[in-house]
């Protein structure tokens, strides 16, 4: 799976968007990205994943820049909940084998604050 | 729906003795994985899983062990505990082959004294 690039830590105010990057200038073609955050050591959770175009759900939108070799996670309006360690991770598909590992770098620790 | 259970919670082993952490998932999930969190660090893949029957390594696999002989549960073995697998421990399990998202337990935060 490709390597990630993340900043270590950002801050956000709260109700503000917060947008963490994330850079995979080595992903090809049948990578995924997938973004997952950490709350105080719990389990990790699932965010949003894409290939190439952005994607929205009610947690966050990703978008992906054309060439793919970058990615940002937007939280539209965020709060203090949102405090957590975000990881940006490519992943490759589980049809060639590689989807079923994930590969954590150490991820952005996002501060929400008042 | 419960998701994926892992227990204990907490453990704390001396070094030398074994024990097995238990990790079961009621969704149907055909992978599952086992991960280890250090300090400060992203996870790490200790052994996986692909179904029932079917477990290969990952990046950390030496010192621990893992069978898969029902399709829900994924133990995870520590035959002689060493300090340096002072850790938590996250299980995982994915649906299937299409690409979908993980679902973790909360975690087994072990430790050898």
Redesign the interface.
Known sequence: DAKTTQPPSMDCAEGRAANLPCNHSTISGNE?V?W?RQIH??????II?GLKNNETNEMASLIITEDRKSSTLILPHATLRDTAVY?CIV?G???TGG?????????TQLKVEL | NAG?TQTPKFQVLKTGQSMTLQCAQDMNHE?M?W?R?DP??????IH?S?GAGITDQ??VPNGYNVSRSTTEDFPLRLLSAAPSQTS?Y?C?S?K????T???????TRLTVV
Do not use: C, W
């Open positions: 995924y997938y997952y050591s719990q389990g990790p959770q699932y994943h990881y992943r598909s589980i049809l989807g079923n590992k994930l590969t954590f770098g150490t991820g | 994926v992978y994985s991960y969190q400060g660090m992203g996870l790490r893949l996986y692909v990952g990046e938590v996250f995982a994915i299937d082959r299409v690409n998202e993980a679902f973790f337990g909360q975690g």
